[in-house]
């Protein structure tokens, strides 16, 4: 596609649902990012992905939080018993390759625990 | 861990005044570094980035940076804005850990160009 494409753009749930966020990255891009933007924590690093596989999910701020890439394309982050402090701008970003630095980033999408 | 500080939290200009917006980084090896920008209901977008080479590097809409590897500084500039510059203003750092190419991110700066 054009750029990277991110779903649901809003999400509103309840404390304790879950919740899965898609990301569409940039055709052909291999290395695909998850940040975190929330008004307390600035932008924050959650988890990289090369092809399929998560060489570092250091970011990830607790157990509850996953997230899986298929097909060397689509992301899906999943929070399961969300929490109200989970509710940020969850941002995805893409790149070439991981040796490639520039990271393209889609719209986000904005989750608000109630 | 690297880290990324950007002193200015808020900065009211008038149009045509000159923009610097400092940005200094912790992290003694080598690193790329980067200024994103995020316009009011868009997302973030690429502004300028440093490699290698010309510690000087110029950017989109007339912006660029400098690259002072002594004080661990990559400042901000633009010599005259304008009412469309109003933005928020991530300076960000990218160290080489072989952990792929995340981005450590600055608390941003927003920055308000009055007519």
């Known amino acids: 596609g054009a750029g990277v494409s991110q779903s649901p753009s809003n999400k509103v749930t309840e404390k304790g649902k879950d919740v899965e966020l898609r990301c569409d990255p940039i055709s052909g891009h291999t290395a695909l990012y998850w940040y975190r933007q929330s008004l307390g924590q600035g932008l924050e690093f959650l988890i990289y992905f090369q092809g399929n596989s998560a060489p570092d999910k250091s970011g990830l701020p607790s157990d509850r939080f996953s997230a899986e890439r298929t097909g060397g394309s689509v992301s899906t982050l999943t929070i399961q018993r969300t929490q109200q402090e989970d509710s940020a701008v969850y941002l995805c970003?893409?790149?070439?390759?991981?040796?490639?630095?520039?990271?393209?980033f889609g719209p986000g999408t904005r989750l608000t625990v109630l | 861990a690297q880290s990324v500080s950007q002193h200015n939290h808020h900065v009211i200009l008038s149009e045509a005044a000159s923009l610097e917006l400092g940005c200094n980084y912790s992290?003694?090896?080598?690193?790329?570094l980067f200024w994103y920008v995020q316009y009011p209901g868009q997302h973030l977008q690429l502004l300028l980035k440093?490699?290698?080479?010309?510690?000087l590097v110029k950017g989109i809409k007339g912006f660029e940076a400098e690259f002072i590897k002594s004080k661990f500084s990559f400042n901000l500039r633009k010599p005259s804005v304008q009412w469309s510059d109003t933005a928020e203003y991530f300076c960000a750092v990218n160290a080489f850990t072989g952990g792929g190419n995340k981005l450590t991110f600055g608390t941003g700066t927003q920055l308000k160009v009055e007519l």
């Open positions: 992290y003694g090896g080598t690193v790329n």
């Open positions: 440093y490699f290698s080479g010309d510690p």
């Open positions: 970003a893409s790149s070439r390759d991981r040796f490639t630095d520039t990271q393209y």
